[in-house]
Nanobody
Framework: QAQLVESGGGLVQPGGSLRLSCAASGSIFSINGMNWYRQAPGKERELVAT???????TYADSVKGRFTIFRDNAKNTMYLYMNSLKPEDSAVYYC?????????????WGQGTLVTVSS
């Protein structure tokens, strides 16, 4: 089994910054691609950023130049650095990863962390 736990959400003013963390734990052999998604009220969940096991990153157009995804493989942890935040960035942010465990390959989701951008 494996788990992902997000942290770092909260209330921030427009133009501010936050850092989200996603820590993996459990019987992990390896972690493949890791992703951040977000879901705002009344909207579908959308992919925000991805990072491969080798560190290759991709971003949604709406966050390019403002968000940075990073993973520390030694700590089995992924981060999302969010700068120049806008009210439309408000959402529950979820991390997701493909994890190879004792029981096989799993697609694992975290519980989500709420980000609110408001003055």
């Amino acid at each position: 089994q494996a788990q992902l736990v997000e942290s770092g959400g909260g209330l921030v003013q427009p133009g501010g910054s936050l850092r989200l963390s996603c820590a993996a734990s459990g019987s992990i052999f390896s972690i493949n691609g890791m992703n951040w998604y977000r879901q705002a009220p009344g909207k579908e969940r959308e992919l925000v950023a991805t990072v491969t096991s080798r560190g290759t990153t991709t971003y949604a157009d709406s966050v390019k130049g403002r968000f940075t995804i990073f993973r520390d493989n030694a700590k089995n942890t992924m981060y999302l650095y969010m700068n120049s935040l806008k009210p439309e960035d408000s959402a529950v942010y979820y991390c997701n990863a493909g994890i190879d465990t004792v029981g096989g390959h799993l697609a694992v989701w975290g519980q989500g962390t709420l980000v609110t951008v408001s003055s």
